[in-house]
Each structure stands twice: as structure tokens, then as C-alpha cells.
């Protein structure tokens, strides 16, 4: 089974500092897709980065990028210049592509921003 | 284009009633998931549905059944409620295949007293 781990339940950051939310996951397919979504107190889940396992170059969007090391499986999240707004929590998320919708998420680490 | 949406956004029952809940995808998606999110368990996967068919199951007993309509809304139904039903249960939307992100609506928050 699938499965994805999220070892940190809480981290704390400075306003405008940098911080890394790390995941692990546990698969033996060749083809997948990672995720990082945010949940803010609003409960809404947002999409924060995604990864092709094929695609060897790590994505990023804006101050959010991921460092996808598939030998390790291990998927962190990187943000940047942290903000007040940045303050949620955050779940690594698994699916095997292209047909299967079943998303597997980790456990989710509680980012605190500090002003 | 509107999100999302799901309705009731609260919702409490008793032990041993059943529950309907609904969810409305983004216009021209064709496929809607299902999730229940608790503290202990974390966001769990129900079920799928694309084009009136479900197509993924995830491992919920038979209590928990869905169903999804031509123009995509689906409703999710959960029979003979326990304590332990209580969750937030989230919906999301997907354009199709292939396709990546799936787009989550707010959420139905039940409460089984």
C-alpha cells in the first residue's frame, strides 16, 4: 500500500524567513504524482505545488518550491520570504496517474508563521 | 468560474439517522472524489465518480454509499450514522483525464450526537 509520511506536526517560522516541511512516501510505482496542498482555518483545500515523478527538475511556483528526491522518496516543501497568510496546514499528498483518483495524504504539519 | 461548493456546510444528526450530502463541481468537470478528514485518521478517500459511474472505492463499509448525476453534481450518503461519522467531509472536482489537481470545495462539517 501507499503510503505518506509527514514527520513533522507542527514547525514554527519567522515572518519573512525560510522554512522546509518534509515527506516521505512509500511506493514501488515508477509513475506518479506528488502534492502539496494548504489548508487554511477556512477548511478550503488549495493546491500549492505538484510534481511529475518523471520530471527530473524540481517545481516551483513563486516562493514555494520542492525538493523531489524519488531514489529517497522524500518530497519537501520549501517557502521563501514567509508570510502571515502562509500560516496553515500543510498535507503531502500521493496519486498514481493517469485513472486513479484514490489521493493519499500524510498526516499534514501545522505551519505557525511569527510576526 | 464558481468553485467548488458544497451544501449544507453544517450539519448535526443523531446516532442511527442517515445523512445526504451534496456537492457541485466546477462547471465542466467531469469527475468528483469524496474525502472524510478527522483528527484520528486524517483525509481518507470514500469513493470517485466519473460520468455517473463510480470508478475508485476507497475501504469505507457499505454505510457510506454515493451516487453522481448527468450534470456532474454528485451526493454522498451515509446510512445508520455512528458517533465515529463525525468529520468534515470534503469534495472535489476534477476536469477529467489526464489531468492532475483536483479542486476541493469547502467542506460539510457533520456532527453525530
Known amino acids: 500500500a501507499q503510503t505518506v509520511t509527514q514527520s513533522q506536526p507542527e514547525m514554527s517560522v519567522q515572518e519573512a524567513e525560510t522554512v522546509t516541511l518534509s515527506c516521505t512516501y512509500d511506493?514501488?510505482?515508477?509513475?506518479?504524482?506528488l502534492f502539496w496542498y494548504k489548508q487554511p482555518p477556512s477548511r478550503q483545500m488549495i493546491l500549492v505545488i505538484r510534481?511529475?515523478?518523471?520530471?527530473?527538475q524540481n517545481a516551483t511556483e513563486n516562493r514555494f518550491s520542492v525538493n523531489f528526491q524519488k531514489a529517497a522518496k522524500s518530497f519537501s516543501l520549501k517557502i521563501s520570504d514567509s508570510q502571515l497568510g502562509d500560516a496553515a496546514m500543510y498535507f503531502c499528498?500521493?496519486?498514481?496517474?493517469?485513472?486513479?483518483?484514490?489521493?493519499?495524504f500524510g498526516a499534514g504539519t501545522r505551519l505557525t508563521v511569527k510576526p | 468560474k464558481a468553485g467548488v461548493t458544497q451544501t449544507p456546510r453544517y450539519l448535526i444528526k443523531t446516532r442511527g439517522q442517515q445523512v445526504t450530502l451534496s456537492c457541485s463541481p466546477i462547471?465542466?468537470?467531469?469527475?468528483v472524489s469524496w474525502y472524510q478528514q478527522t483528527p484520528g485518521q486524517g483525509l481518507q478517500f470514500l469513493f470517485e465518480?466519473?460520468?455517473?459511474?463510480?470508478?475508485n472505492k476507497g475501504n469505507f463499509p457499505g454505510r457510506f454509499s454515493g451516487r453522481q448525476f448527468s450534470n456532474s453534481r454528485s451526493e454522498m450518503n451515509v446510512s445508520t450514522l455512528e458517533l465515529g461519522d463525525s468529520a468534515l467531509y470534503l469534495c472535489?472536482?476534477?476536469?477529467?483525464?489526464?489531468?492532475?489537481?483536483?479542486?476541493f470545495g469547502p467542506g460539510t462539517r457533520l456532527t453525530v450526537t
Open positions: 499528498a500521493y496519486r498514481i496517474p493517469p485513472y486513479n483518483n484514490d489521493m493519499r
Open positions: 511506493t514501488s510505482e515508477s509513475d506518479y504524482y
Open positions: 510534481q511529475e515523478a518523471y520530471k527530473q
Open positions: 462547471s465542466g468537470h467531469r469527475s
Open positions: 465518480y466519473f460520468s455517473e459511474t463510480q470508478r
Open positions: 472535489a472536482s476534477m476536469p477529467g483525464l489526464p489531468s492532475y489537481e483536483q479542486y
